[in-house]
């Protein structure tokens, strides 16, 4: 536990000062006190639990002393709280590779497996969206609560040639933020040329598409610091390595000027290995390092699954992660309840015990 105004601490030297006093004052209340013949009969009178009980009310109000002192000190802890992530992009590499059997039955049915039982943990206010990737990148289902709709969406991936990281991840951003102008275009050309240099009939398209939307996208805002978006993240799994497309590091840079984390789980065998698809032997691995590397620019993390066991496990850790995370909170209002309670135990006890007559 840290505090954010620890000079106040030195307030709690006032604690041992009232003790030193409340014993000074006890000592002048039994000198002053009314001299019976025998002080014996008095003290049994009392008895030993009503001696003791007469000093809980102060001890009480000590303690609620201290711990609204150490509320003024505004106290912070790292505890598990609820997500803020409500939002999260499943980008899923859907390339030829995919239907390799040497994950049974195959990658792609072990992938699709992991993923859907994935959305079923979710809670009911988290939103997922899919992309699947291979030599394009396309939105299969744009973010929704409806749990339905998210497995029939991975019910339906079609493989394809080629393996696309960067288009993978540039398109989830832009799923994740709709009302931004994301596009590959800027990372292959940069944000101001790559709507020139694109062909002259794809501009007319983007014109007449200008024209029929009532809103036109904005321009993305300024870098923030990677990691910092607390609305939502990307978990990318891919079991290859880029052989068209944007490049990945720089699309990982897009996200981390977005503030969104990239969660990488790579699928396969990164040391390379023959794999047998459709009576060929192909020759397969994926880029580990770069997959390391696009967590690490998104602040986000890698994970290497092997097996169609160790996807789900991957898929049972990045749940808990992405519901629950662990932050430092300030708990100011604690120690302040705590002090209130001890406050009003003290009054109500002696209240109770020692009732004063008017």
Not at 13 to 28: D, I
Not at 273 to 294: H, N, P
């Amino acid at each position: 536990m840290t505090f954010l105004w620890p000079q106040l601490l030195w307030l709690l030297l006032a604690a041992p000062a009232l003790v030193a006093l409340y014993v000074l004052l006890q000592r002048r209340k039994r000198k002053g006190a009314v001299r019976y013949a025998s002080l014996d009969f008095v003290q049994a009178a009392i008895g030993p639990g009503q001696r003791i009980r007469r000093h809980i009310p102060p001890a009480l109000m000590l303690l609620a002393l201290c711990a609204l002192i150490v509320a003024v000190a505004r106290p912070t802890a790292v505890i598990t709280l609820p997500s803020e992530q409500r939002t999260i992009i499943m980008a899923m590499d859907v390339s030829l590779s995919m239907r390799a059997a040497d994950v049974e039955p195959t990658r792609l049915a072990a992938a699709q497996a992991a993923a859907k039982a994935f959305v079923q943990d979710q809670p009911s206010d988290v939103r997922i969206g899919i992309v699947t990737f291979a030599g394009t990148a396309t939105i299969v289902q744009p973010p929704t609560r409806d749990k339905d709709e998210l497995v029939a969406a991975i019910d339906r991936f079609e493989l394809q040639l080629h393996t696309a990281i960067g288009s993978g991840l540039i398109v989830a951003l832009s799923a994740l933020f709709p009302d931004e102008d994301i596009s590959i275009e800027q990372v292959l050309f940069g944000s101001a040329a790559g709507r020139e240099r694109r062909p002259l009939t794809a501009r007319r398209e983007d014109k007449e598409k200008d024209k029929d939307k009532a809103e036109p996208k904005k321009p993305p805002g300024p870098p923030v610091q990677p990691g910092s978006y607390p609305s939502g993240a990307i978990i990318l799994l891919t079991d290859g390595r880029r052989t068209t497309g944007p490049d990945p590091l720089d699309a990982a840079k897009m996200a981390a000027e977005h503030g969104v984390r990239v969660y990488t789980v790579g699928f396969g065998t990164p040391n390379g290995a023959m794999v047998g698809i459709e009576g060929m032997s192909i020759y397969m691995r994926f880029d580990e390092a770069t997959l390391k590397s696009i967590a690490e620019i998104t602040r986000g993390e890698y994970f290497y699954a092997g097996t169609a066991g160790d996807l789900k496990k991957i898929y049972e850790n990045l749940n808990a992660k992405l519901v629950l995370e662990k932050k430092g909170t300030e708990i100011t209002m604690l120690f302040a309840a705590i002090g209130a309670l001890f406050a009003l135990l003290a009054g109500g006890l002696s209240l109770l015990w020692f009732p004063r007559l008017p």
